[in-house]
């Protein structure tokens, strides 16, 4: 009976399926990259966290998670007179390195995003024009206008934060927190009809907003959103 039992028991472990093997590959910073079942797993809390952090980077933003900021005082050519201000397509390839925007062959669709652009002047409404960010049949930038409505096109190869400032540069027209190109002391900001504090050059910008700049008298109605067409 004892040596049935035995052979029991041999059978039985016999088909309990053996774990996974692990294997080492060694030192990986401060951690150790180890084999469990067909996945590779890397040991020790510093290495971990540095990879969900970099993970999360790439997936939200492409790998470049530092927005822009733009220094107006260094670019050269902004329009200095007043409105209505013309697209500064002359200036557009000498602006792109302070933009940091890049000259594209053709408009890049993986990360695509719309916005709305209000801007007043003593509570008239001022023309965004046309073709801001494209430089003839040569280049476009991921930023951009098509037709002088105000819509802001947003086309990226790459998933990264565009700044309101990025389209002011390379419009030529300089913002800041008092500032909206000549006119300085009396600047207001609104995203979504909610008025907004700090520096609007510095606004990421989301699909669909409605951004609005005044610079002196406010306009008597604040726009809160705006009517995109299908598609966009």
């Known amino acids: ?25 060694g030192v990986l910073g401060r ?11 890397i040991t020790g809390g510093v290495a971990v ?23 107006f005082a260094q670019m050269p050519g902004l329009q200095t007179g007043p409105p209505p201000w013309n697209n500064n397509a002359g200036n557009l390839q000498a602006d792109l390195s302070f933009t940091h925007l ?7 669709l993986a990360f695509h ?5 209000d801007v007043y002047v003593n509570g008239q409404h001022v023309t965004v024009p046309a073709l801001i960010g ?17 819509v802001l096109h947003v086309e990226s190869a790459k998933n990264r934060p565009y700044v309101l400032g990025q389209f002011f540069g390379e419009w030529g027209v300089r913002l800041s927190a008092s500032c909206l190109g000549r006119y300085c002391g009396s ?21 669909h907003q409605e951004i609005v700049i005044a610079t002196g008298k406010p306009p008597a109605h604040i726009p809160a959103s705006y009517n995109f067409p299908a598609g966009e």
Not at 1 to 25: C, L, Y
Not at 113 to 117: A, F, R, S
Not at 138 to 148: L, V, Y
């Open 134 to 150: 494209i430089f003839g049949g040569s280049f476009i930038t991921e930023m951009h206008t098509h037709t002088p409505d105000g």
């Open 49 to 71: 966290v540095g990879v969900i952090v970099i993970v999360v980077a790439i997936a939200v933003f492409g790998g470049s998670a530092k927005p822009v900021h733009v220094d």
């Open 113 to 117: 995003i719309h916005q709305h652009l």
């Open 187 to 207: 600047l207001h900001w609104w995203v979504d009809g909610k008025p907004q504090t700090g520096n609007p050059a510095d606004l990421i910008v989301h699909s």
């Open 102 to 108: 890049d000259p594209l062959a053709q408009e890049a």
């Open 1 to 25: 009976m004892a040596s049935g039992k035995k052979s029991k028991q041999a059978r039985r472990a016999a088909q309990v399926k053996a774990p996974p093997p692990v294997r080492s590959t």
């Open 31 to 41: 951690g150790r990259s180890v084999q469990v079942g067909g996945f590779w797993w």
